[in-house]
């Protein structure tokens, strides 16, 4: 795993020609725990490197726009509070508090939770948890602002709550407040069934928030410990998680990499946590599934490309088991890289 994740940073290329956004935040996030764990300056050097092509010496950020109210595009100020953290330099601050201040007008649900997008309004996506809460709770730590790591802490809760399946113990891609979406049920406001990455971004983001909180954890500390055990169970026989995680049935279900990569991670981080108990030689059996040889080197094959909700060019995603199914499955994207970085990093593989 080690050779294949040194050759592809050394080449990556950012993702959308440059522009700040949440997909090479994963990369930014694997290397920052990479160099936590290892001590190894290589992953700095790297890190700092990427993080510099997008971001301007006055903390601007390349291609980034405050008033189109993403959430996705908060991700990656995790990699500018380390920067910071590490050097000093203060530009990346500057850059920390232009998503900070996003994240202060960034439009909610009546029921207090960040939209996913401006242009999904109403909407709670499991996605959005991981790509803002995080960042949120880590920069008030830094600038004293408990007020905020309380309120990030009750919009999680909150959106547990909305996104919750009862029958199954697991989390719904997304909830439609005003209940008007197409793909939304008009009972419940969620989409149909369960995509796999969706329930990846949210197992991250509880782990994670757990390490950030402490004791402030507690209120999410069941619901962490229930999905982690739910996560557990619902393993193939290889060892790994399917696309459409519960339906073992559907016969062109497949082993999707990223979440595969996500779930290990949120594994092993709740077990130093104290969580779970992480299966044993997981980090070893994503290795042999997820890598396959090619020419100079390996790939980290079965990721699906995208999944979203809603009208996309000429598709309509309504957030079924078909649906999930039907998304283009690529090797070595960042939202499978990323994680498989941060399981490296957590596993020593």
Same mark, same amino acid.
């Given at each position: ?125 499991? *996605? @959005? !948890? ?5 960042? #949120?709770?880590?920069? $008030? ?6 007020? +905020?790591? /309380? ?86 026989? *290889? @060892? !790994? ?5 519960? #339906?073992?049935?559907? $016969? ?6 990223? +979440?595969? /990569? ?88």
């Amino acid at each position: 795993m080690k050779d294949f994740i040194a050759h592809y940073v050394q080449h990556h290329q950012p993702y959308k020609g440059g522009a700040w956004c949440y997909e090479d935040g994963c990369i930014y996030r694997g290397l920052e725990l990479l160099h936590i764990e290892t001590g190894d300056p290589l992953w700095l050097d790297h890190l700092q490197r990427l993080v510099d092509a997008q971001v301007g010496p006055t903390g601007t950020l390349k291609g980034y726009v405050l008033s189109d109210y993403n959430i996705d595009n908060v991700l990656s100020g995790r990699a500018l509070l380390y920067l910071y953290d590490k050097t000093g330099a203060a530009k990346y601050k500057a850059a920390a508090d232009l998503l900070a201040r996003q994240l202060k007008s960034h439009p909610r649900t009546n029921s207090g939770v960040f939209w996913h997008k401006l242009r999904y309004p109403w909407q709670i996506w499991l *996605d @959005g !948890l991981y790509m803002g809460q995080p960042f #949120r709770i880590a920069y $008030a730590k830094l600038i004293g602002d408990e007020a +905020a790591v /309380a309120d990030s802490l009750r919009q999680i809760n909150v959106a547990l709550d909305a996104l919750f399946d009862v029958q199954t113990g697991l989390y719904k891609h997304a909830f439609d407040e005003a209940r008007e979406q197409p793909w939304a049920d008009p009972i419940t406001g969620q989409n149909q069934d369960f995509w796999a990455r969706a329930i990846g971004w949210l197992a991250m983001a509880l782990v994670d928030v757990a390490e950030l909180t402490g004791e402030d954890f507690l209120p999410l500390r069941a619901r962490t410990v229930a999905l982690l055990e739910t996560l557990k169970a619902l393993r193939t026989s *290889d @060892g !790994l998680w399917l696309q459409v995680i519960n #339906r073992p049935d559907l $016969a062109d279900n497949y082993q999707e990499m990223s +979440a595969s /990569a996500m779930f290990t991670y949120a594994l092993l981080r709740g077990e130093r946590l104290g969580l779970c108990k992480a299966p044993e030689g997981l980090a070893q059996v994503l290795t042999e599934l997820a890598l396959r040889p090619k020419k100079n080197g390996y790939e980290m094959i079965e990721i699906c490309h995208v999944a979203g909700l809603g009208w996309y060019e000429d598709r309509f995603r309504d957030g079924s088991a078909a649906y999930y199914l039907s998304e283009k499955r690529v090797s070595d994207d960042t939202k499978g890289v990323g994680p498989l970085m941060m399981v490296a990093a957590l596993s020593g593989v």
